[in-house]
């Protein structure tokens, strides 16, 4: 898939409601996890996202800085992200607890 001529999310589009369920992709273009929900808004914001597993079983849920993916509109409209991260990096962040 090529990234380039997807427009980028505006600062305005980061929200959890849009966020939520963007499938991210890693360097390789892999397909490396979605995005389960957001904390904090602006330049702080961070992303859980649920690496690996299938169908949200298995998936190990980390968070990562929302600067550190490029969020963007594919063709259809529909929101997703890269990042420079592979699976194994994300693997080995710890993992994202609630409370």
Request: cysteine-free.
């Amino acid at each position: 898939m090529d990234h380039a001529n997807h427009p980028r999310l505006t600062p305005d589009e980061m929200t959890e409601a849009v966020l939520t369920g963007a499938q991210i992709y890693g360097p390789a273009g892999e397909s490396i996890g979605t995005i389960a929900h957001t904390h904090g808004t602006g330049p702080e914001q961070g992303v859980v996202v649920d690496v690996g597993g299938f169908l949200g079983i298995g998936a190990k849920p980390v968070m990562v800085p929302l600067r550190d993916l490029d969020m963007m509109r594919d063709e259809n409209g529909e929101v997703h992200g890269l990042t420079r991260y592979s699976k194994d990096e994300l693997k080995a962040l710890p993992e994202h607890r609630h409370g």
